[in-house]
Nanobody, 121 residues
């Protein structure tokens, strides 16, 4: 069974930092592409950052220069370091993995349950 568990969310003041984690199990992690999304109340889910199996990264314009995505294959975990946080970053943050589960030979898409980030003074 594949599981993605996000953690690290919380309440932070504008200008502050948080580091989110997405811990994966049940999937061939080193070959997986991991993406962070976020969804604010009343808004559509939006893409935030992506990291490929080779470590290439890309970011939404709204977070470029402030957020950094990284991965630790030994810990089967992807991180999202968020600096210079703004009130508009307030959202539930989700990670998505596209990869091959140990129970199959075919890649599938998996989502975590989300972690709340609130930026408020």
């Amino acid at each position: 069974q594949v599981q993605l568990v996000e953690s690290g969310g919380g309440l932070v003041q504008p200008g502050g930092s948080l580091r989110l984690s997405c811990a994966a199990s049940g999937i061939i992690f080193s070959n997986s592409v991991i993406t962070w999304y976020r969804q604010a109340p009343g808004k559509q889910r939006e893409w935030v950052a992506i990291i490929t199996s080779s470590g290439s990264t890309n970011y939404a314009d709204s977070v470029k220069g402030r957020f950094t995505i990284s991965r630790d294959n030994a810990k089967t975990t992807v991180y999202l370091q968020m600096n210079s946080l703004k009130p508009e970053d307030t959202s539930v943050y989700y990670c998505k993995a596209v990869g091959v589960p140990y129970s199959s030979n075919y890649p599938r898409e998996y989502w975590g349950q989300g972690t709340q980030v609130t930026v408020n003074s």
